[in-house]
């Protein structure tokens, strides 16, 4: 601590520890501390003696837009030591309002940004000349609206006058009061959320019939979800059962088509089977029709009104039938010797 009340603080050249917080006595450089204009700045100083940069603010729930302006103000000269005075609860409350952070934890969160070089606790409202010479500040970086307060059009109209100001530019989109807005507006959203994560009613400042309709409102959405979920699932099973009767009908028809294919091959008009029948329909035929007579036998006459009959073993010679009994005997003696001779 002695040694940076009698030498200047150079910027951070590792982010592997917090920024400082700025000593309660004033900064006693040992380089010349002569006032320096925009241009001179800009051009460049010695390593000792860096442009010394001052920008404050509340700072609540930091959040990108502070980064992003906290940035520009690191980043408009090329040795730039950049200051950040905190406003305390007491001038906030008393000035601007309620804050959802207290001082402590706006210190902290600002130690920790990239392109902070130091932190400035308690800082003031309005900025004295006296303020000024005490720190060695060149510069105060804050956007280029005029910001009313504490009974001025702009505080930092006389910061203008003199030469001191450097704008930056304010995040479109961010800001505390947009991000508070966002709690407003779904409060019960976010009520029910810490309810259900363990807050007491007590702790949130709930009422006992908001406490028991914001848990009835959580088991409604759980039930919900279930319902959700269900359908979910029902769903990819449909899908799934959709996809399996594709691939079955897909299946079905191939099945099919071969079927008619292998009937229309067996029993169509020149299909195997009707090959086969005809086969087998002239070997039939062949075995049931009768065998050709031998060459060497005598041709037969056949009267050409009667198609002729085969012989018979037992076929009776016509005979004029007998005119008396005695002829009658007379034939059947004679076809008895007949057959004896026969045997």
């Known amino acids: 601590m002695e040694e940076l009340e009698h030498t200047c603080p150079l910027p951070r050249t590792t982010l592997i520890e917090p920024a400082l917080f700025t000593p309660e006595t004033s900064c006693k450089c040992r380089a010349p501390h002569e006032k320096l204009t925009v241009e001179q700045a800009r051009l460049g100083t010695p390593v000792d003696r860096p442009v010394r940069i001052y920008a404050d603010g509340i700072f609540d729930l930091f959040h990108s837009g502070h980064a992003r302006a906290l940035m520009q103000a690191k980043n408009l000269f090329p040795n ?44 003031p409202w309005t900025l004295t000349p006296d303020f000024l010479e005490k720190h060695k500040i060149d510069f105060v970086a804050h956007d280029d609206i005029p910001y009313s307060s504490a009974g001025s059009e702009d505080v930092y109209k006389h910061i203008k006058e003199a030469g001191m100001f450097v704008p930056t530019k304010r995040t479109e989109g961010i800001s505390t009061s947009d991000l508070i807005t966002r709690i407003v507006r779904d409060y019960d959203v976010y009520a029910r959320r810490n309810l259900q994560r363990g807050y007491t009613a007590k702790e949130l400042n709930v009422s006992y019939i908001n406490e028991k309709k914001y848990r009835l409102q959580n088991q409604v959405d759980k039930m919900k979800e279930k319902v959700r979920t269900v359908e979910e699932k029902s769903k990819h099973f449909v899908y799934r ?103």
Request: glycine share 6%; with cysteine; aromatic share 8%.
């Open 241 to 343: 059962v959709e996809e399996k009767s594709h691939d079955l009908i897909q299946k079905w028809e191939e099945k099919s088509r071969e079927f008619i294919g292998n009937f229309l091959e067996l029993f169509g008009p020149d299909g195997t089977w009707k090959q086969m029948f005809q086969d087998r329909s002239g070997r039939m035929i062949q075995a049931l029709s009768p065998r050709g007579s031998p060459s060497n036998s005598p041709p037969r006459e056949f009267s050409p009104s009667r198609s002729p009959s085969p012989p018979s073993r037992w076929a009776m010679p016509r005979t004029s039938p007998p005119s008396s009994p005695k002829g009658a005997s007379a034939s059947i003696s004679s076809m008895s010797e007949g057959d004896e001779d026969e045997k």
């Open 80 to 123: 730039a030591y950049l200051i950040v005075g905190v406003c305390s609860d007491e001038l906030t409350h008393k000035f601007k309002g309620f804050t959802v952070m207290t001082e402590d934890e706006r210190y902290e969160a600002l130690r920790h940004c990239r392109y902070v070089d130091e932190i400035l606790r308690d800082a």
